[in-house]
């Protein structure tokens, strides 16, 4: 079956403009993580869905971050005013359901570069 | 405050021979741990994992060994493979049992032919 897609798979975007990253889940998964990798760090979370709502944003770096899921599946992470430390890779994972124990499937990744 | 600590960003071994990786935490209360593989251009995919009911698990050619006094975690792979030649990341859950997960910084690891 199809797999965790995002798109786009790379966005070159200049300082102060906006961006928005796309996650398409696995069907039927009701939880939604993203993250972001910055060079040479690991993995940080930004934010978790359990079907369309966010019941934990604390990762979110900043107001400039948001993001929503919409119908239980397809969610956006938008950046505004984009600042060059934002810079990263932004990863989207999906679970059957929320929890410890179940297993995250991951996205390829959005390498965001801002200039 | 970094949680998950892996502290050798590379390792490079020779094919056949074993792979050790470490990861350190801080957090007691940690009591479950994952280790996930990333080839470039990929997602991270799961490896395996262990509860810290446990102090061993074993799948296959990996084995991740906890020592709960030290809070380290190792990673071995026997024998190593050249297909084996990935980013290497640990974690462990965030609070409130959500799923979310926290890493480490990764480990990349070369196994030569």
């Known amino acids: 079956g199809a797999g965790v897609s995002q798109s786009p798979s790379n966005k070159v975007t200049e300082k102060g403009k906006d961006v928005e990253l796309r996650c398409d889940p696995i069907?039927?998964?009701?939880?939604l993580y993203w993250y972001r990798q910055s060079l040479g760090q690991g993995l940080e979370f930004l934010i978790y869905?359990?079907?369309?709502?966010?019941?934990?944003k604390s990762g979110l770096p900043s107001d400039r971050f948001s993001a929503e899921r919409t119908g239980g599946s397809v969610s956006t992470l938008t950046i505004q005013r984009t600042q060059q430390e934002d810079s990263a890779v932004y990863l989207c994972?999906?679970?059957?359901?929320?929890?410890?124990?179940?297993?995250?499937?991951f996205g390829p990744g959005t390498r965001l570069t801002v200039l | 405050d970094q949680q998950v600590k892996q502290n050798s960003p590379s390792l490079s071994v020779q094919e056949g021979r074993i792979s050790i990786l470490n990861c350190d935490y801080t957090?007691?209360?940690?009591?479950?741990f994952l280790w996930y593989k990333k080839y470039p251009a990929e997602g991270p995919t799961f490896l395996i994992s262990?509860?810290?009911?446990?102090d061993k698990n074993e799948d296959g050619r990996f084995t991740v060994f906890l020592n709960k006094s030290a809070k380290h975690l190792s990673l071995h792979i026997v024998p190593s493979q050249p297909g084996d030649s990935a980013v290497y990341f640990c974690?462990?859950?965030?609070?409130?049992?959500?799923?979310?997960?926290?890493f480490g910084q990764g480990t990349t690891l070369q196994v030569k032919p």
């Open positions: 262990i509860s810290s009911i446990k």
């Open positions: 974690a462990a859950p965030g609070s409130g049992n959500t799923g979310k997960l926290i």
């Open positions: 869905f359990q079907g369309n709502s966010a019941p934990d």
């Open positions: 957090n007691s209360m940690f009591d479950y």
């Open positions: 069907s039927g998964h009701t939880a």
């Open positions: 994972a999906s679970s059957p359901v929320g929890g410890t124990y179940n297993e995250q499937f």
